[in-house]
């Protein structure tokens, strides 16, 4: 069979389409979810709000990848590297150069937009396993180079670096955990409203077309090269964030807390939040911090094999993850309203 | 110029293991169009057992032959248990699925096996090879079997009935159905040949790198590299593209000064991207026209 007979089936890409208003929540949903997060930490205990702040993180990176797959079909498994890159970045600022908390994570988003831009460029001519592959040597190399003898000065090598928690500014009563989390609840907001409004804008209709169809998108005058970078590039800013943030909240940042693993969860977080669908993306940052906890209280020995078994469980129960869920919710909302 | 030899022979040996990996896994991507991320757990869970014969006292090529069947009644098993359901999913969720296999399986023989190392027969023995200090008679065993595998999957192929059925139920789905092919059971018959390759290649590498559960994690991904390289659409690809995996890998180490080992893959997998910038599909991989 020669090469030009070999025609791929059509409907059959590697994400599905989701148009652009099944992308988010509707505004009632936004503001009960927003309120009950606003409330929350009134009522619980610090551990909790500690976790409750690594939920927002996890999901604004998962959000990220859901920017670059769900959005503009490009796949990655180097969203590690780019978190790590954020989180070094506010790190080294605040303990060598003074730099204030806040101001460091726009720093360490810019910093990652760059990074993220120009991995893009060799990443162009690749996609799916291809493009997998390649970001998945990023996210390999990334612990590595972090370790490199010329950066030790810089990164501390494998010891890492300490950052100092930040207190509550103007003298409020509020613990650090509390302060840190309200913190990160209005970065996440104003970056879930940046990212819906990115998606419903020009650049976002170009990201999907080029998903559903890149050489349908530049035949219509999508600069495919330009956008497709340009989502690595977003992603990767918005990565920087979680991962400047988690620096914060953690207090700690050492190379090997940025492996392969940390990229691979953030995967599972997408498919199980929903590909494309963006509010889905803390649904599965929820999946990803609570479920090996729930596994390894379930069995120490086999906590692996249970976590398996429970991912397994509710990718046959909702394929498409959380959104099916919400889409279900919705058509029932529909029916009763209508009796 | 003589270590530069050296270098290439000790690569070619290194590179026989990813060679092996990799037609397993061009082999499971033939039938299902996706990388399975679970396919170097499923071999060394078969490695396991074929130990576990062993420690019974069964002689190593009746354990041999039995774990291979073995390996192929899971492979399908596997397919039509927890895969099969998922067909009609999301191919991202498919990937999950692969990881959520690869948790359990990991796990699971760490329980059974526990995570001790533990040494692994050979059946070609370990002196040198014709008087080659680089190569030991293992490794060009090794070798042997990974060319002859290739040499009977490509008869298999081009020559048998099913081997025919099975390259058209993974080239054209929907007309391989309307001639009467069993599609369905293609893939699973695909997973079973994959796991069986898996197996074999576990059971050539655990002499080498020691059998414990986290095993195959590296070699999987060499493996994945190499097929990648070689082109996924071809089995011969993926063979040529382990061994000159094995080669870059060891001359990355010899002439690049700081090195280490862990800075190896990533140096390893820039090549390799390289490569795909000038050829996407891979060296000796088929083009794919997509219809807009």
Redesign the interface.
């Known amino acids: ?1 020669s ?2 007979e ?5 409907g059959h890409e ?3 389409a989701v148009p652009k208003r099944a992308m988010t929540l509707g505004t009632t949903t936004s503001l009960v979810v927003v309120a009950a997060l606003l409330i929350a930490p009134v009522f619980v205990k610090n551990f909790i709000i500690f976790q409750m702040t690594m939920l927002l993180m996890y999901g604004l990176a998962v959000l990220a990848l859901n920017i670059l ?1 769900g959005g503009s079909g490009q ?1 990655s498994l180097g969203q590690s590297a780019f978190y790590a890159v954020g989180a070094y970045t506010t790190a080294v600022l605040m303990e060598y150069f003074n730099v204030n908390y806040a101001l460091t994570l726009p720093i360490a988003g810019v910093v990652c937009f760059g990074f993220g831009f120009l991995f893009g460029q ?1 990443a162009l ?2 996609s799916g ?2 493009l ?3 970001t ?2 990023l996210a ?2 990334m612990p ?2 972090l ?1 490199l003898n010329f950066l030790e000065h810089w990164t501390g090598g494998v010891q890492g670096l300490v950052v100092t928690k930040p207190d509550a500014p103007f003298g409020l009563p509020m613990s650090q955990d509390m302060w840190l989390y309200y913190f990160t609840l209005a970065v996440t907001l104003a970056i879930y409203v940046f990212s819906v409004n990115l998606l419903r804008s020009r650049s976002g209709r170009a990201f999907m077309a080029i998903r559903d ?1 890149e ?2 998108a530049s ?1 219509m005058g999508v600069n495919v090269a330009l956008y497709k970078t340009l989502a690595f590039g977003v992603s990767a800013g918005i990565t920087g964030i979680a991962g400047a943030l988690g620096a914060i909240a953690v207090q700690f940042v050492a190379p090997d807390s940025f492996t392969i693993n940390l990229a ?1 969860s953030l ?2 977080g ?3 939040g929903g ?1 494309g669908w963006l509010p889905g993306s803390f649904v599965g940052a929820a999946f990803i911090i609570f479920v090996p906890n729930i596994a390894e209280g379930i069995s120490k ?9 429970l ?2 469980l509710v ?2 129960l909702v ?3 959380a959104r099916q869920l919400a889409i279900l919710g919705q058509q029932l909302s529909g029916k009763l309203r209508k009796t | 110029m003589e270590l530069f030899t050296n270098q290439v022979l000790a690569g070619i040996a290194t590179g026989a293991i990813y060679a092996c990996m990799a037609l397993a896994v061009v082999m499971i991507y033939q039938a299902i169009d996706h990388l399975n991320f679970a396919q170097g757990e499923m071999a060394m869970f078969s490695t396991f057992i074929s130990w576990q014969l062993m420690q019974w006292g069964v002689p190593y090529w009746v354990a041999f032959v039995l774990t291979l069947a073995f390996a192929f009644a899971g492979g399908i098993a596997i397919e039509r248990i927890l895969f099969k359901p998922l067909a009609k999913a999301p191919i991202l969720t498919n990937v999950a699925g692969f990881i959520a296999l690869f948790a359990i399986i990991n796990s699971s023989a760490g329980l059974i096996w526990d995570f001790t190392i533990k040494q692994y027969p050979t059946p070609f023995g370990s002196s040198p090879f014709l008087g080659s200090q680089l190569i030991s008679t293992h490794q060009a065993g090794m070798i042997g079997v990974t060319l002859l595998l290739l040499v009977a999957l490509y008869f298999f192929f081009q020559y048998t009935r099913i081997g025919l059925a099975m390259r058209a139920a993974a080239s054209l789905p929907e007309s391989a159905r309307l001639v009467g092919i069993n599609t369905s059971w293609m893939i699973a018959l695909g997973w079973g040949m994959a796991s069986a390759i898996g197996a074999i290649a576990g059971m050539l590498i655990a002499p080498v790198v020691f059998l414990e559960p986290n095993m195959m994690v590296g070699v999987l991904l060499y493996g994945f590299a190499a097929a990648v390289l070689g082109g996924l659409s071809s089995p011969f690809g993926a063979v040529v593209g382990g061994f000159l995996m094995g080669i870059f890998e060891n001359l990355v180490g010899t002439y690049i000064p700081g090195v280490g080992n862990e800075l190896k893959l990533p140096i390893a997998l820039a090549l390799i991207i390289s490569v795909l910038v000038v050829k996407p599909a891979g060296l000796f991989g088929r083009h794919i026209v997509k219809r807009v």
């Open positions: 069979m090469a030009a070999e025609v791929v089936a059509e590697t994400v599905e797959t796949f060799p001519r690749l396993v291809y997998a592959l390649a998945f040597a390999t190399a590595q180079l370790k169809n050489i349908a035949s691979i995967f599972l997408m498919v199980v590909v020995g086999l906590s692996g094999a249970v976590f398996g078994v991912l397994f990718i046959y394929p498409h993850g």
